[in-house]
């Protein structure tokens, strides 16, 4: 299994994990979180998920859940020759960031994981249609769904391979949440976010200390100026954002 794996230079590298239907570097350098951890003085490790971008991209969805998406991660660690990494994830991200954990736990310092609750969105949202969606443009995820405007602009991007991405909300959808962790966690989530359904609950199962953004929906949420505020210092990175 190819990793595509961007790796940007300095000291104590993050690595970084997107979510669903996205790449490395539309979510964490488009964002800022590159940039910003590279003024507090951090590298950082982008990889780009199996079934996304530049990796290889299964269409079977017995090739996706958040374990194996989990060894992808571990053996980009091997091969980077980084034995502890502090790690941040969103969305999708964020659950295989903590099956990382769960995998390998002396390989993770401190965890920052945003953007989920307690509730598994493609079963809540439908597999059906959720693949409906990636597969045919003129069907539309209902509106209240917070994966509608993700999946539209989505179907007008170039190169997305969406029979894996259909593989991978299918493969995803079968397994249970791995809402533990055994290392420092924060959750961060924003207050217009449905997504984040039962973000106290999850904290708690997480022991995670849980940072609430007002007014900031999924997408927002990603990009607040407050999520790496809160997120550097606890990384041991205490240098405001500017």
Request: with cysteine; net charge negative.
């Amino acid at each position: 299994m190819h990793i595509h794996v961007e790796r940007h230079p300095g000291p104590d590298p993050v690595l970084l994990v997107h979510g669903f239907a996205t790449t490395g570097a539309l979510t964490w350098e488009a964002t800022g979180w590159v940039r910003a951890l590279a003024e507090a003085g951090r590298g950082a490790i982008v990889p780009d998920l199996r079934g996304h971008g530049a990796s290889d991209a299964p269409h079977d969805p017995d090739a996706y859940s958040p374990e194996l998406l989990a060894q992808d991660l571990l053996a980009v660690l091997d091969v980077n020759g980084n034995e502890r990494v502090d790690v941040v994830g969103y969305s999708m991200g964020s659950w295989v960031s903590l099956a990382l954990v769960a995998l390998a736990p002396s390989r993770v310092r401190r965890l920052v994981v945003g953007g989920v609750g307690t509730v598994e969105q493609f079963g809540h949202w439908g597999v059906s249609a959720v693949q409906a969606a990636l597969r045919d443009a003129s069907t539309e995820l209902d509106a209240d769904s917070p994966l509608a405007p993700l999946l539209a602009s989505l179907r007008q991007a170039p190169g997305v391979d969406r029979e894996a991405l259909a593989a991978c909300s299918a493969g995803m959808a079968v397994h249970p949440l791995p809402l533990s962790s055994s290392v420092p966690t924060m959750l961060v989530v924003g207050e217009a976010d449905p997504v984040t359904e039962g973000a106290e609950e999850a904290a708690r199962l997480l022991g995670a200390q849980l940072v609430v953004l007002p007014r900031r929906n999924h997408v927002t949420t990603l990009s607040a100026r407050a999520f790496k505020q809160a997120a550097l210092p606890f990384l041991g990175a205490p240098i405001p954002v500017s």
